[in-house]
């Protein structure tokens, strides 16, 4: 029989949820005030004691609240603080099952999918879903048969706070370790983010991208296409990452046609137009300003990831010879309109021609003893010493370079 003092406990636990059962809006919301402001990090035995052993009756009242009210938003932000405080309990993994159990992750993906809401509110649920991610493979497996990895790859791709993109990250980082079944789930889902128009989102996958990477082997031929885009951001820090994903993919499938890809992108379309200033200015239709701007940032940027990933190994390097590069970067050097195109092709171009004497014989060959002295003499600000018409005659130079050359 229980003693007078548990009975009282008791008591007071049927009166607390009689008054948040009849209670409205107002009153339920000076309850969770006082809950968050009680409770905040206690375990599961305190939680207990607190409720008299009741504490699931509470959480059952708030999930199923939740459910009801979280399309109006309705106290929303306290009611998944309130939430959390039992799914982070520590000792109350009961508490996150009976969370699941009564539709809890649905739930919460269903209000980051909701664009009324405040970006704080979804922040609120990625941080529960990351709870329920932290408790193993198989939470990590029900977040995504739930189609929690699309509904986190669009947040990170559309949310306006940098705090729940970089929340929806980590998330994504989490649920693509550990998790055989659905690792390349969320490899894909990285990838879809890459077209998307935030820079910081860009950034944000290209590291989860970077760093899942070998736990996911092979990658998709899916992946060149926006990575080569992102590439060419003009945003410098989405570069950076860009470039640093690049040496992990040349063990793979991927590798010719990555490279291929790059050494494509050295040769703008039209590109004898571009390299010269006369010609662009002489007809003002003949192409839209945005375009070359584009295509200029990619062709610095691909010069200097050529020069990246020819270190690597010589293998690499006369692959890259094979498919034309030296021409490319030569017409990256011509490329007066743009800087760093010239800057990242001659440090390429140095290291190819000091590396393989057949380069240099053939570039000699191609572009005369003045040019390719001037280039001898200072490979990395030879180009600030050319004129417009050996500028035009670099780019337009014909490599002819056998394919079957020894190293």
């Known amino acids: 029989m229980a003693s007078v003092k548990e009975q009282e406990a008791i008591r007071k636990l049927m009166v607390f949820l ?8 107002v009153a339920r919301s000076r309850v969770l005030d006082s809950f968050i402001k009680s409770n905040n990090g206690k375990t599961e035995p305190e939680l207990e004691l607190e409720f ?3 504490a699931s009756l509470f959480l059952a009242r708030l999930t199923a609240w939740l459910r009801m009210t979280y399309m109006h938003s309705t106290c929303l932000d306290k009611l998944l603080k309130s939430i959390g405080i039992f799914l982070s309990a520590a000792g109350g993994r009961r508490y996150l099952i009976e969370f699941l159990e009564i539709g809890g992750v649905m739930t919460l993906l269903e209000i980051l999918g909701l664009n009324h809401l405040k970006e704080e509110d979804k922040r609120e649920s990625v941080k529960l879903l990351q709870l329920v991610a932290n408790a193993g493979r198989k939470y990590k497996e029900l977040i995504c048969e739930s189609y929690g990895v699309r509904c986190l790859a669009e947040l990170l791709a559309t949310s306006t706070s940098a705090e729940a993109q970089e929340d929806a990250q980590v998330l994504l980082d989490t649920l693509g370790r550990g998790n055989p079944k659905y690792q390349h789930q969320v490899y894909k889902g990285l990838i879809a983010v890459l077209p998307c128009a935030s820079p910081r989102a860009q950034q944000l996958a290209l ?3 970077g760093a899942i990477q070998e736990l996911v082997g092979e990658a998709p031929p899916a992946l ?3 990575l080569l885009a992102v590439l060419g951001s003009a945003h410098l820090e989405v570069q950076h990452e860009a470039l640093q994903l690049l040496p992990a993919l040349l063990p793979l499938r991927v590798r ?4 291929a890809a790059l050494v494509a992108a050295l040769t703008p379309p039209g590109h004898p137009a571009l390299a010269s200033r006369s010609e662009s200015t002489a007809d003002p239709n003949a192409l839209c300003p945005r375009e070359p701007t584009l295509a200029y940032i990619q062709q610095a940027a691909a010069a200097k990831a050529i020069g990246i990933l020819a270190k690597e190994s010589v293998e690499v390097a006369e692959e890259l010879i094979q498919l034309n590069v030296v021409h490319g ?3 990256a050097v011509g490329n007066m309109e743009h800087m760093p195109s010239q800057r990242h092709g001659s440090t390429s ?3 190819f021609v000091h590396t393989f004497p057949i380069v240099e014989e053939h570039m000699k060959k191609a572009v005369g003893d003045t040019l390719f002295q001037l280039f001898m003499d200072s490979p990395e600000t030879w180009y600030t010493k050319m004129d417009q018409a050996q500028a ?3 780019a337009s130079s014909i490599l002819d370079i056998p394919k079957d050359m020894g190293e």
């Open 256 to 259: 010719p046609a990555l490279l």
């Open 392 to 394: 035009e005659e670099l």
């Open 224 to 226: 060149l296409e926006p």
């Open 18 to 25: 009689q008054e948040w059962d009849s209670g409205h809006k």
């Open 52 to 54: 008299s052993q009741g």
């Open 207 to 209: 590291q989860t991208l």
């Open 349 to 351: 171009l140095k290291y």
């Open 329 to 331: 970067l030569m017409v």
